[in-house]
């Protein structure tokens, strides 16, 4: 687990990619230690995942399998923080990067901790709005979850925007096919 004082500077780093500044990278412990540390924003972001999952099935209905339903949230969660890095082993590869995988890792881990805050605070924030403005409003922060989400993986790879653009996607694919597996495990017979 990171210290305190480093979660605290990557955080930072975070908001200052957030604002479009690549010196947050600088802020980053880019080193092996850092990659494996980096992993705790699975941690410091479960409880606000959490909130956005109860809101979500508090619209939705609530499941009729609870502990199966628990079950697949949380092996959605776990994979969701494994599968674009195992997943970003061969691409970088492929992509002559590889050298920069664990900066890559590092800076989107923590990245994270700055895309859930906005998206559950739009989410409480969604549940005073009108359904129309709500749904406007998530709309607008999932957009700008994923052109930060680029600009992170462009600016962690020293990359093209298109090879951004396309990690982007590879990820949002990635997060689909968990998702629809975990469902159909989800459906009874």
């Known amino acids: 687990m990171p210290s305190y004082p480093e979660i605290v500077r990557s955080v930072q780093a975070a908001l200052l990619l957030a604002r479009g500044e690549t010196r947050g990278m600088a802020l980053l412990d880019l ?28 619209l ?24 674009f890095p195992l ?21 989107n881990n ?38 930060y989400q680029w600009f992170v993986i462009r600016t962690a790879l020293a990359t093209t925007g298109a090879t951004a653009l396309g990690l982007v996607v590879i990820d949002v694919l990635l997060s689909i096919t968990t998702s629809r597996i975990l469902d159909g495990m989800l459906q009874p017979g």
């Open 60 to 83: 939705l209905g609530w499941p009729e399998h609870v502990w199966g339903t628990v079950a697949a949230e949380t092996t959605s969660y776990l994979l969701g923080w494994v599968s």
């Open 110 to 147: 923590w990245s994270t901790v700055v895309q859930v805050a906005l998206y559950t605070t739009v989410v409480l924030v969604g549940m005073i709005l009108p359904p129309e403005l709500r749904t406007t409003a998530l709309f607008a922060a999932t957009i700008a979850v994923l052109a």
């Open 87 to 107: 997943a970003a082993i061969p691409l970088t590869r492929l992509l002559g990067l590889s050298g920069r995988y664990v900066p890559l890792v590092i800076a």
């Open 31 to 58: 080193s092996v230690d850092g990659f494996w540390r980096s992993f705790a924003a699975a941690v410091i972001v479960a409880p606000a995942y959490l909130l956005v999952l109860l809101d979500q099935y508090r």
